[in-house]
C-alpha cells in the first residue's frame, strides 16, 4: 500500500495530457488491487477503507474530477470497479469455475447444494448450501462468501456458457448493483 501512495503523489494532472497515459495509470493500479484479491479483501470493510481512499484519489486524478466529485459516478463511467466490488466479482469468477469443474482437484469437494444436504424440495434446493459460521474469520471465507454471492446471482447469468462472456455480464452485474461502501 505504501508503493501505491507514493506512485499516487507522483502523477498530478498536469502530467496527464493523453488518454494513453490513463490507461498506463490503470494498468499500473490495477493488478495490485485484484492480485490475490479473493483471499486478501474477506475481511472488515474498514480494513480496506485505506485501499479504497487511494483508488478514488487515482480516479479523480485520471479524469481531471475535483476533489469533491461523486467517486462511484467516475467508477461506473469508466467502468472500473471500486475494491469491494472486485472481491465480489472475484469470488463469482470462482464459483464459476467452480460449478464447470475447472478448479483443481482439491476444490471437487468444497461445496456442496442443498439438496444434497436433505433430499425435499424446496425453493432453495439448487443454490449452494452455505454452513452456518460463528465468527466473522467464518463468513469471510471463500466456503462462506463464494455459496453467498453466486446465490444472489440471477440464473440468467449462472447459465452462461463462455467465461468470457461471463465475465462481462458478470461485471456488468456487479456495477449495476449500486451498493454504498
Not at 470497479?81 to 464459483?95: R, V
Not at 452456518?132 to 456458457?161: E, Q
Request: with cysteine; aromatic share 16%.
Amino acid at each position: 500500500m505504501c508503493y501505491l501512495t507514493t506512485c499516487v503523489c507522483c502523477f498530478d494532472q498536469s502530467t496527464l495530457h493523453l488518454p494513453s497515459t490513463r490507461t498506463c495509470v490503470l494498468v499500473t493500479f490495477c493488478p495490485y488491487l485484484s492480485y490475490c484479491n479473493v483471499v486478501w479483501a474477506s475481511t472488515y470493510p474498514s480494513r480496506l477503507d485505506a485501499l479504497y481512499k487511494v483508488q478514488k484519489k487515482i480516479l479523480r486524478i485520471i479524469t481531471f474530477s475535483k476533489y469533491q466529485q461523486e467517486s462511484r459516478q467516475l467508477f461506473v463511467s469508466l467502468q472500473l470497479l471500486n475494491i469491494y466490488e472486485l472481491n465480489s466479482y472475484q469470488i463469482g469468477l470462482f464459483m464459476y469455475s467452480y460449478t464447470k469443474g475447472s478448479l483443481p482437484s482439491a476444490f471437487s469437494n468444497y461445496f456442496s447444494l442443498n439438496n444434497s444436504i436433505h433430499k425435499h424440495y424446496t425453493r432453495s434446493s439448487e443454490k449452494f448450501h452455505m454452513k452456518f459460521t460463528r465468527t466473522n474469520y467464518g463468513r469471510f471465507s471463500i466456503k462462506y462468501k463464494g455459496p453467498m454471492i453466486w446465490n444472489t446471482l440471477p440464473d440468467v447469468l449462472k447459465n452462461i456458457k463462455s467465461l468470457q462472456m461471463f465475465k462481462k455480464e458478470l461485471k456488468t452485474f456487479v456495477l449495476n448493483q449500486n451498493i454504498d461502501y
